[in-house]
């Protein structure tokens, strides 16, 4: 014992402290208190009542569940077509220019800067489906629109995922920026030498060194999108007719929609569920992926 | 040294922890002997400065008329989602306010304290209207919640855009098919939208519910204890028709279907919206928050169809005390919901006071009222504030003078709010699809209202 206070496991372990503590009462104790919540009925003003399974019963009965996840699911598959290539190729195209890059990487970092309460109601504005619109006016110059944006279930939602992927695709790109900076050189001389062209060389040298990250980003996005909440609530709340509902956006529903006190048993239990697909799909997404990882 | 100067170090993060902590927990323990200190609501976030201004005048007042009482406030605007999380988290302040809809609810659940004892003290129970009294009392006649005010429905209309498209501001449409052949030439001669209707965050089922019962219907009936969702009627597809008409035939509803209370009213007093259907109080917001130009405001009666079943929805507004109070801050705090909003009606002196305060400070005295005791003691308190009427009164008498020759009609008896919800969606898909089923979506929305009403 005083040997490990001597070298400084008590000192250690202090320094340790205020991570734990702090962790551990905002990040693990509402995880806790959750799964304890998902099988009571409780408005957390009276006594809470244990219910069993009631609340994963009332969830699954209910018809909004299907629209959330099917939006969801939408929301992750258009992020995913639209959003993922976005900022790789700006990444490559950023990483060949010469001069101003850094000036580049500041344009394309800015929207992440921007807080995302006051980058949606800008987008707001520029989605005004009048033909005064500013996009629509955009558009119009081409012969285009005028367009909905949010004004109508079929175009609401990849609304909201241009707004989602200009927000983001800063911080993503600063990620590939880094990782090709560590493509050693002599890989893209010795595929000069062999006479491949620009794309050649992304395909064949860029990519296959970039795999670990991408594999990595790839997940991320599909459990950040899975978790999309903050453009649907602000853009839309939902609407038009639930075609913008995401699955945390009906949790925030179960939670807080009825001003009589809300279901948070139902919202801890489909918060659970969320939480257990989402590892059960990174833990899937790794094994299938196992062979392609650098790692 | 080393060693000891890491454990220091250690030591003092570790502290910071603690504090860290210890800050997290507030305390609302009054000192023993000390004023008892309670915690009222407001203004509504970003009301203008005079305002609160002429709000915190009057906290002074009652502090020096009652010197064993603290009040602090803090701005409130009840919305479902900030209220539920208030609730909950336990952060609402002693004093607060509650739509009608939800006062049985909360009673039922526990959420609200019992004050019978001391608004009964203030002598005046007996004086309510029956029927607003009752949406803040249990089933036994206790009190939980007084009612401060009572509102019907009202079309509201922008008296400026009503003149540039060639119609009389003194004249507002009386009925239905006015409003849609006003708002088509609104649209069509001002390019702003001649008619916009509320759909988000339960306005949408509240402002279908308003046209419903305007058109003779109901969405909710009683038979004993049983209620059952009525949605699936015959008024509210009409209600619904009139909308698409007015959306895809006409096309004199502009750009926006997802309106909630806030930015309807933001875009109304900027001039884009020609006519809506809201609460007859929002012109105090509308001067508060969105600093509309008095002589743009007009309000009239919404026209009511023909026939007997035809009723205007009313509403209003419940002071309540919080659970959590202590028995001295519960007292205290029915003194100030009896100061702050109901001795103005019967006392001169209150009346007086509270109007000159408010017009001092610039802010709107005099705004139509539905009486919450009798229509006596409404006219006697508006002839006490007459000399300090500051509101444009003249541009409301459609509504002052025929509010009373309308049935006021109570809002849906359980889970309105809840209600409203689930018809916000249908509201929408009539406003955002050409080809919306109505009869469809409200089929649907009765069989799911049916289910939140059987769950109890």
């Known amino acids: ?194 006479g491949a062209g620009l794309w050649r060389k992304v395909w064949h040298v860029t990519m296959p060194q970039l795999r670990g990250v991408l594999l990595v980003t790839l997940i991320l996005q599909i459990i950040s999108t899975s978790q999309v909440f903050l453009e649907p609530f602000l853009f839309t709340g939902g609407g038009p007719a639930n075609s913008t509902l995401t699955v945390l956006l009906l949790i925030y529903e179960y939670a807080f929609a009825s001003s009589l006190g809300g279901d948070y048993g139902a919202a801890t239990a489909l918060s659970l569920m969320l939480a257990v697909f989402l590892a059960a799909l990174s833990a899937l997404y790794f094994w299938l992926t196992r062979s392609w990882s650098t790692s | 040294m080393t060693s000891n100067r890491r454990t220091a170090a250690a030591l003092a993060a570790a502290a910071a922890v603690a504090g860290l902590l210890a800050g997290c927990s507030g305390s609302s323990q009054q000192p023993d002997g000390g004023p008892v200190q309670i915690s009222v609501v407001s203004l509504k976030p970003g009301s203008e400065q005079s305002a609160f201004d002429a709000f915190e005048e009057q906290v002074r007042q009652f502090e020096a008329a009652n010197p064993g009482i603290d009040v602090t406030s803090q701005e409130y605007e009840w919305t479902g989602p900030t209220f539920t999380a208030q609730l909950a988290g336990g952060t609402l302040p002693t004093v607060f306010t509650v739509p009608f809809t939800d006062g049985q609810g909360l009673i039922e659940r526990g959420q609200l304290a019992d004050i019978s004892s001391y608004v009964e003290g203030f002598g005046y129970t007996d004086r309510f209207n029956d029927t607003v009294l009752r949406a803040g009392q249990s089933e036994d006649g206790q009190i939980f919640g007084v009612p401060t005010a009572a509102y019907g429905v009202g079309l509201h209309y922008n008296r400026t855009l009503f003149a540039q498209a060639g119609l009389d501001p003194s ?91 806030g930015t309807i009213n933001q875009d109304f007093a900027a001039g884009r919206i020609g006519m809506y259907m809201g609460g007859s109080d929002v012109y105090e917001s509308l001067v508060q928050q969105n600093n509309i130009n008095p002589d743009d405001y007009g309000l009239a009666v919404l026209p009511l169809a023909p026939g007997a079943e035809a009723g205007l929805l009313g509403g209003g507004t419940l002071a309540a005390v919080n ?99 689930v018809l916000d969606s249908v509201v929408q898909s009539v406003l955002t699809d050409p080809n919306a089923d109505a009869r469809g979506l409200l089929a649907t929305a009765d069989a799911e209202i049916q289910t939140i009403l059987d769950r109890g």
């Open chain 2, 171 to 261: 004249r507002p449409p009386a009925t239905w098919d006015d409003v849609r052949t006003y708002a088509r030439q609104i649209a069509e001669r001002t390019g702003q939208a001649g008619y916009a209707q509320m759909t988000q965050e339960n306005t949408g089922g509240w402002m279908l519910t308003s046209l419903t019962y305007a058109l003779g219907g109901r969405m909710q009936s009683t038979q004993g204890a049983d209620v059952e969702a009525t949605v699936d009627n015959r008024y509210a597809e009409q209600a619904l028709g009139l909308l698409r008409d007015m959306r895809w035939t006409d096309n004199s509803m502009g750009s926006n279907f997802l309106y909630d209370w």
């Open chain 1, 1 to 194: 014992m005083t040997t490990w206070f001597r070298r400084g496991g008590f000192s250690t372990f202090l320094f340790l402290l205020p991570l734990i503590v702090v962790f551990g009462v905002f990040s693990w104790f509402p995880i806790v208190r959750a799964a304890v919540m998902s099988v009571q009925q409780t408005n957390l003003v009276t006594a809470p009542r244990f219910v069993g399974l009631d609340n994963f019963r009332t969830v699954f009965e209910d018809p909004l569940l299907w629209t959330a996840v099917q939006n969801t699911a939408w929301f992750a598959l258009i992020a995913l077509v639209l959003g993922y290539p976005v900022p790789l190729v700006l990444a490559v195209i950023m990483s060949e220019v010469r001069r101003f890059r850094g000036l580049y990487t500041a344009i394309a970092y800015l929207p992440v800067v921007v807080p995302p309460v006051v980058a949606v109601l800008m987008w707001k504005v520029f989605y005004d489906a009048r033909p005064e619109g500013v996009f629509n006016t955009i558009l119009g110059w081409f012969g285009l629109g005028p367009f909905q944006w949010l004004q109508s279930a079929t175009t609401a939602m990849p609304a909201l995922v241009l707004e989602a992927t200009w927000a983001a695709a800063g911080g993503t790109v600063i990620i590939y920026l880094a990782a090709l900076v560590a493509v050693p050189h002599e890989l893209y001389e010795a595929a000069e030498v062999d």
């Open chain 2, 323 to 421: 659970v959590r109070a202590t028995p001295e801050q519960q007292e205290a705090a029915a003194r100030w919901i009896d100061f702050y909003y109901m001795s103005k009606y019967l006392r001169e002196d209150a009346a007086v006071l509270d109007a000159r305060t408010n017009a001092d400070a610039d802010q709107p005295v005099g705004l139509p009222e539905l009486p919450i005791f009798d229509r006596a003691t409404l006219d006697r308190y508006n002839t006490w504030i007459q000399p300090f009427v500051n509101v444009p009164l003249a541009q409301m008498s459609s509504f002052t003078e025929g509010i009373f020759e309308q049935d006021l009609a109570g809002e849906p008896p359980a889970h309105a709010q809840e209600m409203y919800a």
